[in-house]
């Protein structure tokens, strides 16, 4: 078995979030290939019997490049076992406070077996123009709000799915 796990990410945190659940299916899963390859220089799914892709959340939204490569490959990810994620809400309670319409909407486009929301970090210093006036607007505090435990709990989670069956392609 072969596992994909890929993530769109402007400033490299959504890509740790993808890289720590890499971890954790290689732990979880001895034996299976786990491939963690950016979102950008994927060119298809073929080789791969289940796929964990995800993207940060920007304004509301995946980015650009995440939202194209999950419709492009949308025929291909439907015959196989695949799960989402959106990084991207900070603070304590989160802001925003909303989830992002892509994932639930691209989720279903793929028929995601689940689409979870992991709390991402801002560094504002890492920031570009506007979205300093964004998180500004929003309020949005600084800091790493990453919740690793949930992380790997999800990627567990993940695994045992796996386990109890194989893929259907």
């Known amino acids: ?6 993530a769109a990410s402007r400033h490299g945190s959504t890509a740790e979030i ?34 964990v892709l995800g993207s940060a959340v920007y304004f509301g939204r995946w980015l650009e490049g995440a939202r194209w490569q999950v419709r492009a ?9 695949v799960w989402l994620f959106s990084s ?7 802001v925003p406070a909303d989830e992002s319409a892509d994932g639930p909407e691209l989720a279903a486009a793929v ?7 992991f ?11 506007r979205e300093k006036f964004a998180v500004g607007l929003l309020h949005a505090p600084d800091g790493d709000y990453r919740d690793w435990p949930a992380v790997r709990d999800w990627a567990d989670r993940i695994a045992a799915e796996l386990r109890v069956g194989s893929p259907a392609r």
């Not at 078995?1 to 890929?6: G, H, K, N, P, W």
């Not at 949308?74 to 076992?81: D, E, H, K, T, V």
């Not at 709390?119 to 123009?129: K, N, S, T, V």
């Open 111 to 117: 028929g995601a077996r689940e689409h979870v929301v």
């Open 18 to 51: 993808a890289t720590e659940l890499g971890k954790a299916l290689r732990g979880a899963l001895p034996g299976v290939g786990v491939d963690v390859v950016p979102l950008s220089r994927i060119t298809g799914v073929g080789g791969y019997d289940a796929v």
């Open 88 to 94: 991207g809400p900070v603070g304590d309670p989160t």
């Open 73 to 81: 490959q949308a025929p291909a990810l439907r015959q196989r076992p």
């Open 119 to 129: 709390p991402g970090a801002l560094h504002r210093e890492l920031l570009g123009l």
């Open 1 to 6: 078995m072969r596992i994909l796990v890929s």
